[in-house]
C-alpha cells in the first residue's frame, strides 16, 4: 500500500506540474499583452512590431501597450486609444506605446517618440480630470496640461544658431499648455500654450516660446507637406503650422500683434 501511494503521488505532483507549465505558456502572452486601442485611418506603409513579429497597419486593426509602430516615407496613421485621445503619426515615424492605463477614470499614458513626428489630441478624463499624458524623446519629456499638440524628433542634422547640437525635439502647441523639459531634469521644463512652439536642443534648456511656424519647429502640417501629403486632423483656421493664430496680450506686450515681423532666428546656445 505504501508503494502504491507513493506511485500515485509522484504520478499526481508530475501532472500538477504539465498543468502549471500548460497554464503558463497559455495565459503568458495573454497577461502580456494589454489593448490599448486601434487604427482609424491608415495610408502609406505604417507597420506594428509586436513580440517579433511584424503585422501591417490598417483601420480596424487593434494597438497593444508595448506595440512599436512606424510608418515609412509616405506613411500616415491615425490610433484611438480607449480613452478616446488621438495619436497621430506623420511620415517616417517611429513610436512605441509604452504605458496605457485607466485606473477609476483617470488615464495614465506614455509614448516614446524616437524619430518623426507625433500628433497628440488628448481626451480629459471623467469628470474633466487632467489625463496624465507624456511624449518621451530621445532629449525631452512633454508633458501635457492640455489637450492637441505635435512632438518632433530629429537627429543628425545641425539647425543654424545651435553650434555642436545634432539632437532637436520641438512642439507645437495648439490647445491648452504643454510643459517641455530636458529628459535629464523633467521638473525643470518651460510651459508653452497653445498657439505657441519650442525647440530643445541636445540636453539644454528649451527656447522661449515663439508663434506657431515662426521658429522653424517642426509640426506634423510642415512633415506632411514636405513629403507632399496633407495633415489628416482638419485645421481649425489657416496657416502654416494648419492651427489657430495665437491670442495675443495688449499691444504694449506683444508687438508682433501690431507690425509686422520677420521670423526670428534661434538663439545661440
Do not use: W
Not at 63 to 71: C, H, M, P
Amino acid at each position: 500500500m505504501r508503494r502504491n501511494r507513493s506511485h500515485y503521488s509522484a504520478v499526481f505532483g508530475a501532472e500538477l506540474l504539465i498543468i502549471s507549465a500548460l497554464v503558463l505558456v497559455v495565459s503568458g502572452p495573454a497577461l502580456a499583452q494589454t489593448a490599448a486601442g486601434s487604427f482609424v485611418s491608415v495610408s502609406g506603409q505604417v507597420q506594428i512590431q509586436r513580440a517579433g513579429a511584424t503585422i501591417g497597419a490598417a483601420s480596424g486593426v487593434g494597438v497593444d501597450v508595448a506595440d512599436r509602430i512606424v510608418t515609412g516615407a509616405d506613411g500616415h496613421g491615425v490610433i484611438v486609444l480607449n480613452d478616446r485621445s488621438r495619436l497621430e503619426l506623420g511620415p517616417a515615424s517611429n513610436i512605441t506605446l509604452d504605458e496605457f492605463t485607466i485606473t477609476g477614470g483617470s488615464t495614465s499614458t506614455r509614448v516614446s517618440l524616437v524619430s518623426g513626428v507625433l500628433r497628440s489630441l488628448v481626451n480629459a478624463a471623467s469628470g474633466g480630470a487632467p489625463a496624465n499624458y507624456q511624449v518621451h524623446t530621445p532629449n525631452a519629456v512633454a508633458s501635457v496640461r492640455g489637450t492637441r499638440f505635435d512632438t518632433a524628433y530629429t537627429e543628425n542634422i545641425i539647425r543654424s544658431g545651435y553650434q555642436g547640437c545634432q539632437r532637436y525635439t520641438d512642439i507645437s502647441v495648439y490647445q491648452g499648455t504643454v510643459n517641455l523639459a530636458p529628459l535629464a531634469t523633467p521638473n525643470a521644463g518651460q510651459d508653452v500654450g497653445a498657439g505657441y512652439e519650442s525647440t530643445l536642443p541636445c540636453d539644454k534648456p528649451p527656447t522661449t516660446p515663439g508663434p506657431l511656424g515662426m521658429t522653424g519647429a517642426t509640426s506634423l502640417d510642415s512633415a506632411t507637406a514636405g513629403a507632399g501629403g496633407g495633415g489628416l486632423f482638419t485645421a481649425t483656421s489657416p496657416g502654416s503650422s494648419g492651427a489657430p493664430a495665437p491670442a495675443c496680450p495688449p499691444p504694449s506686450a506683444c508687438p508682433a500683434c501690431t507690425i509686422p515681423v520677420t521670423p526670428p532666428h534661434p538663439p545661440t546656445i
